[in-house]
């Protein structure tokens, strides 16, 4: 099928991708059809075609190629003691997520639509990223740095109450972001020290 004219692969395709993105997150995937996608790229709705096979396939990839982001710079982070690492967790899951809102909204709330296949694709990077916490946690248990009843639930909880930040934090607001991460850092950092206060950072 031709392309409408003026399209091209490499401009075209990121545009796709980019209204899809948008569109899923403000109205919800199964409110979103191809023709509004195409629409609000401003392409025949035919010409998706070209870019993507289905509207499962761009939601997929949207999600896989966020988790394979958050990935890569998680990896990124230094190394350390289990305290320090912690840290550089806390604020880098914030900032993160902080800067890409839609897709965090997508990656959270849309793993209901897809299917089977896609569903467990995406549940594995998920488990890779939250087994990098839970690393943190372990090592610090065995360090004698954390107390903790379960590193695997802490990190669940964890980041679950980091992802949190997105549903409430608005940049101009009240707090800068540096104040929120630091507000979050102070808050895991009680959850994980022994309750009689012995254990420093």
Known sequence: MARTAGSHSDVTGPRVRAAALSLF???????????????????????????????QTLLFELMRDHMVELLEAVDGLPAGPPMERLEHFVRFHIAFH???????????????????????????????????????????????AFEL????????????????VNTWFRAGGRLSLSAVQDHYWDMVHKMVVSAGGSIQP
């Not at 109205?27 to 096979?53: C, E, F, K, W």
């Open 25 to 55: 997150a403000r109205h919800g995937y199964a409110a979103v059809s191809m023709r509004q996608i195409a629409r609000d790229v401003g392409v025949q709705a035919g010409a998706l075609y070209n870019y993507t096979p289905d509207k």
């Open 149 to 164: 009843r379960d590193a695997k639930v802490a990190a669940m909880a964890v980041i679950a109450m980091l992802t949190g």
């Open 98 to 144: 902080h800067d890409r809102p839609d897709a965090v909204f997508i990656a959270y709330m849309e793993l209901r639509n897809l299917d089977p296949d896609n569903f467990s694709e995406i549940e594995a990077l998920r488990s890779r990223y939250e087994a990098v916490l839970e690393s943190i946690f372990s090592d610090g248990v065995t360090a004698q």
